[in-house]
Antibody, heavy 123, light 108 residues
Framework: QVQLQESGPGLVRPSETLSLTCTVS????????WSWIRQPPGKRLEWIAY???????NYNPSLKSRVTISIDTPKNQLSLRLSSVTAADTAVYYC?????????????????WGQGTTVTVSS | EIVLTQSPGTLSLSPGERATLSCRAS???????LAWYQQKPGQAPRLLIY???SRATGIPDRVSGSGSGTDFTLTISRLEPEDFAVYYC?????????FGQGTKLDIK
């Protein structure tokens, strides 16, 4: 059974860099595309970025200048770095797997999610 | 960026009733790449529907999706106690996918 587990600091100071890791178990991270998504308190979900083990990636333009997404294949981990954080970056951060259906196509819908990790930006 | 607007904000129904949730897009959703998720407190979202009308693995047939272009609907017939949750629509037809603000389905 595939499981995704996010980890990272619960508290980050303003202007610092947030680093999160998502560990994938039960399957190889090379099989799928993977995304980071966040949900600020009381707000809608926001897609941040996706990555594929080959190096392919895509970013939400609203965050692109501050975000780096990467995959560590030997560790089966997905990572996120978000620089120059502010209170607006306070959110629950999720990693998620992209849908791959029987026709052999990947889609940007998400069929599996981690439990999420809460990040608060505060001094 | 496509903006998704869900209605109603809250829907109060009783078990056994039928729920109809709406999602309207500010622009046409390419290839009807529209998904629906269910989220319960403290849990991650769960994929219910993708491609506007295809059920995800393990989703019962009392859950259905319909619509095209800019107007989409999630229908849950014969509500069960476990169906009371928040539902989000999600368009993934553009390089930047976006989510609706959610509809809370609660017990009347």
């Amino acid at each position: 059974q595939v499981q995704l587990q996010e980890s990272g600091p619960g508290l980050v100071r303003p202007s610092e860099t947030l680093s999160l890791t998502c560990t994938v178990s039960g399957d190889s991270i090379t099989t799928y595309y993977w995304s980071w998504i966040r949900q600020p308190p009381g707000k809608r979900l926001e897609w941040i970025a996706y990555a594929y083990y080959s190096g392919s990636s895509n970013y939400n333009p609203s965050l692109k200048s501050r975000v780096t997404i990467s995959i560590d294949t030997p560790k089966n981990q997905l990572s996120l770095r978000l620089s120059s954080v502010t209170a607006a970056d306070t959110a629950v951060y999720y990693c998620a797997r992209h849908l791959y259906d029987s026709s052999g196509y990947y889609y940007d819908a998400f069929d599996m999610w981690g439990q999420g990790t809460t990040v608060t930006v505060s001094s | 960026e496509i903006v998704l607007t869900q209605s109603p904000g809250t829907l109060s129904l009783s078990p056994g009733e039928r729920a109809t949730l709406s999602c309207r897009a500010s622009q046409s959703v390419r290839n009807n790449y529209l998904a629906w998720y269910q989220q319960k407190p403290g849990q991650a979202p769960r994929l219910l529907i993708y491609g506007a009308s295809s059920r995800a693995t393990g989703i019962p047939d009392r859950v259905s999706g319909s619509g095209s272009g800019t107007d989409f609907t999630l229908t849950i017939s014969r509500l069960e106690p476990e169906d009371f949750a928040v539902y989000y629509c999600h368009q993934y037809g553009r390089s930047v996918s976006t989510f609706g603000q959610g509809t809370k389905l609660d017990i009347k």
